[in-house]
């Protein structure tokens, strides 16, 4: 991503439900997507592709992200410049919701140890709620091992009902 190439999109909708699993889940994490090794769970706890429960007018799918996981998007490349970098998305949350927060990590096989926080959406009254954040105050991460993280955070009320909701989510470069 840069000058040349502004934009990168994901809006979920190349994925297929399975017949294995209950309605709704498709039990997919989205391509070159990561759920860090200490971050497992069942099926339908992870974070997956799910349809149902749209954020935006157009799709069928959306990403579900449940309990406190972090998942991570495909790795940037090494020369794209954070002081440039914005992300829009549609979020919603349900009303026992976790916050959601934005960061990033420099090394995915232990996120919890160098995780650094961006922004974070809370809107727990389950409405759809358009979200930018820009990556200007991410300073020093240069080379291999960058990635955006979604990580669910706090919470409430008890686990079942706590989800985000995440669709079309795009990096625009600045």
């Not at 498709?26 to 069942?42: A, F, H, L, N, R």
Request: aromatic residues 14%; charged residues 25%; proline residues 5%.
């Amino acid at each position: 991503m840069d000058a040349q190439h502004p934009e990168w999109i994901e809006d979920f909708e190349n994925y297929d439900i399975t017949t294995t699993l209950p309605e709704r889940w498709t039990g997919v994490t989205p391509d070159c997507w990561t759920v860090p090794v200490q971050y497992t769970g069942t099926t339908d706890t992870l974070p997956q592709v799910y349809r149902g429960f749209n954020t935006t007018d157009e799709g069928l799918y959306t990403l579900r992200m449940h309990f406190r996981y972090l998942l991570a998007m495909p790795e940037l490349d090494e020369n794209v410049d954070f002081d440039h970098l914005r992300m829009s998305l549609y979020v919603r949350q349900s009303f026992w919701s976790y916050k959601l927060e934005i960061g990033v990590v420099t090394d995915i096989d232990n996120p919890d140890e160098n995780y650094t926080p961006v922004a974070v959406v809370n809107n727990s009254d389950k409405n759809v709620d358009y979200f930018e954040c820009n990556f200007s105050s991410v300073k020093g991460l240069t080379g291999e091992g960058r990635y955006i993280v979604f990580k669910n955070v706090g919470g409430t009320e008890g686990d079942l009902y706590c989800n985000n909701y995440l669709d079309d989510i795009t990096l625009t470069y600045i």
